[in-house]
């Protein structure tokens, strides 16, 4: 047997011991923003049939004996809370799983890595410093707060441990645990990508985890954020879409096997 195999043998037996078990006839949601975010998944659907409701589309179909709703969420923090909550509504998802690309921060972080977000920030919930007029913009004196409720929601753990352990069967990059900082901004600036990573030890930024980890806490569903590093303005490394297409194509392939390692029967 080639020894990749083995691995991937061996890895399945210590998985299905491990997994968590959730319910046959709940299903697993598995959200992305964009096409290239849920393409991959949506054709390896056994039994499909879309689903729109109020303008959001949800694929309904089966991995496996594992049925799982693929959610294409739109971009952006708004649509991203109405799909989880409508997918909520309709589905009554055991899991729910958030996917797609994100923007790396640190320089060591490159295109095709994968950042389990063990804990989503929103960066939007920014408290700045005072500043009279004309003494221009500061970020170092910004913070993130949760004066008026939660600005941070951490994975399932277990689905955690789940998804770190296929990190040695994930061929586009290395596999890191984090923090992912969420808001409806795409950032270039290299001075502000230093200080939140410093600051909130943010390894990358995307626009949809916050809000749907929100929801999905509000519900107390099982939850786990996972990117793929897609660009990376430290490491000079830009979005280019027919590569983002690949890579975003791979963090599917990751998340079919988490569903299958999952051992939902």
């Not at 020894?3 to 997994?19: D, H, N, Q």
């Not at 496996?64 to 909550?85: E, P, R």
């Not at 994975?155 to 969420?182: C, M």
Request: aromatic letters at 10%.
């Amino acid at each position: 047997m080639h020894w990749g195999k083995i691995v991937v043998f061996v890895l399945g037996l210590w998985l299905a011991a491990s997994a968590p078990v959730w319910a046959q006839e709940s299903p697993v949601l598995i959200q992305g923003a964009m096409d290239i975010e849920v393409r991959t998944l949506v054709e390896r659907l056994e039994e499909p049939q879309a689903v729109v409701i109020d303008g959001w589309t949800y694929w309904q179909g089966y991995i496996g004996s594992q049925q799982v709703v693929v959610s294409q969420t739109k971009v952006g923090t708004t649509n991203a809370a109405a799909a989880t909550l409508l997918g909520i509504q309709r589905f009554s998802p055991a899991v729910i799983i958030n996917q797609g690309t994100a923007g790396g921060y640190p320089a060591w972080l490159h295109r095709g890595d994968l950042i389990i977000g063990a804990t989503i920030t929103n960066a939007g919930a920014v408290n700045a410093a005072r500043r009279e007029a004309g003494q221009g913009l500061e970020v170092r004196e910004w913070s993130v707060r949760d004066e008026f409720g939660p600005v941070r929601w951490r994975s399932d753990a277990r689905l955690v441990r789940l998804a770190e352990a296929l990190k040695e069967v994930y061929p586009q990059g290395r596999v890191h645990t984090g923090t992912i900082f969420s808001s409806d901004r795409w950032s270039r600036e290299l001075d502000y990508i230093a200080y939140w990573q410093k600051q909130e030890n943010a390894l990358g930024e995307e626009m949809e985890a916050a809000a749907s980890a929100q929801i999905a806490a509000a519900y107390q569903i099982p939850y786990l954020c996972v990117r793929v590093v897609s660009n990376n303005e430290a490491a000079q490394e830009p979005w280019e879409p027919a590569k983002a297409e690949r890579l975003a194509s791979g963090c599917q392939e990751y998340i079919l096997r988490l569903v299958a390692a999952l051992q939902i029967r």
